[in-house]
T-cell receptor, first 111, second 115 residues
């Protein structure tokens, strides 16, 4: 059973600050997805990373896949209250369709 | 287009009662997933179907849980009898296998409270 760890578990920051959250494992993944879940809703896909070392940007969000494809990070620049939510990483181990979700980082951005 | 539809959105029941959760996936999607989310355990995959066939039910906690997908546009998750520890938010998600990223589209969830 793979061990998937997301850190930090909770993060409360003020608008305008930068932050980084992490997704780590001892297993190698074929790809990895990041989802954001807002209160009262289901998770929504933000990005998929596939290649080791890959960096993808989505406006103020920067996603990186580790060279060895065992870990990933999400960096948010100049956080806004709309970034508030639960950020989940979901590696794909190669089994078609099936994802395993991390426990997530709960982010709160205040004015 | 309508997204994944789940009903009911909220369910409060007493221990021992049967609970049935319903899901309508996005039209054209051929994979359907049932998840359970709690603060303690996060988002856990219970079971998933490809082309209406159950592929992996290793996440189903006990025999009290059962899921069916009689056709491509409908699935149910049943708990019988329900217990307080089943209280959680249950999500249904669907995807189109073979599409880029195998993105899963989640419904709004059913919040189940078992008293």
């Amino acid at each position: 059973t793979q061990l998937l760890e997301q850190s930090p578990q909770f993060l409360s920051i003020q608008e305008g600050e930068n932050l980084t959250v992490y997704c780590n494992s001892s297993s190698v993944f074929s790809s990895l997805q990041w989802y954001r879940q807002e209160p009262g809703e289901g998770p929504v896909l933000l990005v998929t990373v596939v290649t080791g070392g890959e960096v993808k940007k989505l406006k103020r969000l920067t996603f990186q896949f580790g060279d060895a494809r065992k870990d990933s990070s999400l960096h948010i620049t100049a956080a806004q209250p709309g970034d508030t939510g639960l950020y989940l990483c979901a590696p794909n181990t190669g089994t078609a369709s099936k994802l395993t979700f991390g426990t997530g980082t709960r982010l709160q951005v205040t004015l | 287009d309508a997204g994944v539809i789940q009903s009911p959105r909220h369910e409060v029941t007493e221990m021992g009662q049967e609970v049935t959760l319903r899901c309508k996936p996005i039209s054209g999607h051929n994979s359907l997933f049932w998840y359970r989310q709690t603060m303690m355990r996060g988002l856990e995959l219970l079971i998933y179907f490809n082309n209406n066939v159950p592929i992996d039910d290793s996440g189903m906690p006990e025999d009290r849980f059962s899921a069916k997908m009689p056709n491509a546009s409908f699935s149910t998750l049943k708990i019988q009898p329900s217990e307080p520890r089943d209280s959680a938010v249950y999500f249904c998600a669907s995807s189109q296998q073979g599409q880029p990223n195998n993105e899963q589209f989640f419904g709004p969830g059913t919040r189940l409270t078992v008293l």
